[in-house]
């Protein structure tokens, strides 16, 4: 959805990419939050959390030790320490918009999965699932970026309702409650479902597994710019910053002949 080019350089093509301050955070947040649940109720504090993020960070770096290189010619562990301050700061930002000790979350880290009619598998990553004693479900994530002004909040939203289609297709339950939590202004976005909004989420699915077969098939993944290309590390084979993409690893299609085939390609 957000280019289809850096979809081929990622999933295809599996291009290395450096880890990022702000994403390799987000992952320590997420792995404190979680661990938090582990404590008994009334030990779910601002304090105790904030404790657990050096334990976490050097769990983070022993299962991935390219994350050590963020902190390169930092001999004196200044910008280390500023990091790991930020992401208390995030940890303690989280007590004032949920309350732990009154939270025991069904499932933390759940992987969902999940085949629609058509054949297409869908499976993900739940940050939380709370379930009420009247067996509504709720699904949380957490980020650690800032809200999305109004006018995007249905893009923020996508990814819950993915989430939610899954847990419908999956256990015949549509989830009472989508929330987003964002540590990095101290929003909370719901929004409540009904079936309608989750068979347009899969019917925009099937199109766009459409598209990537398409594609993935003719070859052809266009780039679409956009201000996150600043942030991409993928500039130097990129069409629009001057790079030629490397060779396609997959077989491609023969061009059909025919007006009907124009622009597309067709089988070998």
């Known amino acids: ?67 050590a290189e963020l902190f390169e010619g930092d001999p004196e562990g200044e910008r280390l320490a500023r990091w790991l301050g930020e992401a208390e700061r995030l ?23 999940t085949e629609l009619d058509s054949g297409l598998r869908l499976r993900g990553i739940i940050d939380r699932v709370d379930v009420a ?43 009472r409650r989508l929330q987003l939590v964002y540590l990095g202004s101290g929003d909370v976005l719901t929004y409540d479902p009904v079936p309608a909004d989750l068979e347009r989420v899969e019917r925009k699915l099937l199109a766009l597994w459409a598209a990537i077969r398409e594609a993935t098939e003719s070859g052809v993944w266009r780039p679409r710019p956009t201000k996150l290309c600043g942030w991409c ?3 130097a084979v990129c069409p629009e910053f001057g790079g030629t993409p490397p060779p396609y690893p997959l077989a491609v299609r023969a061009a059909e002949s025919g007006a009907r085939g124009a622009g597309r390609m067709g089988p070998v």
């Open 1 to 67: 959805m957000r280019c289809p080019l850096l979809y081929r350089f990622r999933v295809i093509d599996r291009l290395p990419e450096k880890p990022s301050e702000a994403a390799t955070r987000g992952t320590l947040v997420h792995a404190v939050l979680e661990r938090l649940f582990d404590a008994p109720a009334a030990e779910r504090t601002a304090p105790a959390a904030k404790s657990l993020v050096p334990g976490q960070w050097d769990r983070l770096r022993e299962s991935r030790p390219e994350v």
């Open 133 to 175: 004693p009247t067996g509504e479900v709720r699904i949380v994530d957490y980020k650690t970026g800032k809200a999305p002004r109004p006018e995007y909040a249905e893009d923020a939203l996508f990814q819950m309702k993915f989430y939610a289609l899954v847990v419908w297709r999956l256990k015949r339950v549509v989830p």
């Open 233 to 235: 590390d993928h500039q």
């Open 91 to 113: 940890v303690e930002r989280w007590f004032s918009l949920e309350d732990p000790t009154r939270l025991e979350p069904a499932e933390r880290e759940l992987f969902v999965e």
